[in-house]
């Protein structure tokens, strides 16, 4: 595993852009200044330092503080390949996991967490926190479900780039109707 002092030595990072590049030339042909890294199929760049490969997020998190994380760093605008120092997070899994909530293959709605009851016919929201499941709301405007969902993920601070916040911002340009 590469220490802070080599990583200083071989590269870089500029914490505005979120880039790093070579300061030395090796056998690989890399110049001087040369922006290091490849985009991976998921969106995370990579690139390898003495023969090994590191993600660039996790290497930003060791420029900057001088340790490697012991945690998950993640992107909080959720674009893997932006590693600007003020767009990196290093956080325990727990919250990695709440704060990508998965769309069961049931759901119908195209919202996470928004789901239409067979017996009632009616719409609810509801939300994981902490292990849990909390019902937000029933009702029978879909709008509101999404609307009330919305409003628990801004609460317990996951609503940025959400299925719910995407699908209200559609709605409130009229780029989309109500289910």
Same mark, same amino acid.
């Given at each position: 595993m590469i220490t802070y002092e080599e990583l200083k030595q071989l590269v870089h990072y500029d914490p505005y852009l979120g880039q790093f590049s070579s300061l030395e030339v090796s056998h690989s042909q890399r110049f001087y200044g040369e922006i290091l890294g490849n985009k991976r199929k998921d969106g995370s760049v990579e690139f390898r330092l003495k023969g090994k490969l590191y993600y660039a997020h996790r290497l930003a998190v060791?420029?900057?503080?001088?340790?490697?994380?012991?945690?998950? *760093?993640?992107?909080?605008? =959720?674009?893997?390949?932006?590693?600007? &120092?003020?767009n990196l997070e290093e956080v325990d899994r727990r919250t990695v996991l709440a704060r990508t909530p998965t769309k069961s293959t049931k759901n119908?709605?195209? *919202?996470?967490?928004?789901? =239409?009851?067979?017996?009632?016919?009616? &719409?609810?929201?509801?939300?994981?926190?902490?292990g849990g499941v909390l019902n937000v709301v029933h009702t029978e405007d879909f709008i509101e479900a999404v609307a009330?969902?919305?409003?628990?993920?801004?609460?317990l601070g996951l609503a940025n780039g959400s299925s719910a916040q995407i699908y209200m911002d559609k709605y409130v340009k009229g780029e989309l109707d109500a289910v």
């Open positions: 060791l420029y900057m503080t001088g340790k490697h994380p012991k945690l998950n *760093v993640i992107h909080k605008d =959720k674009n893997k390949s932006y590693n600007a &120092w003020s119908t709605s195209g *919202v996470v967490g928004v789901s =239409k009851l067979r017996a009632s016919k009616q &719409w609810r929201a509801q939300i994981r926190n902490g009330h969902r919305l409003a628990a993920e801004q609460c």
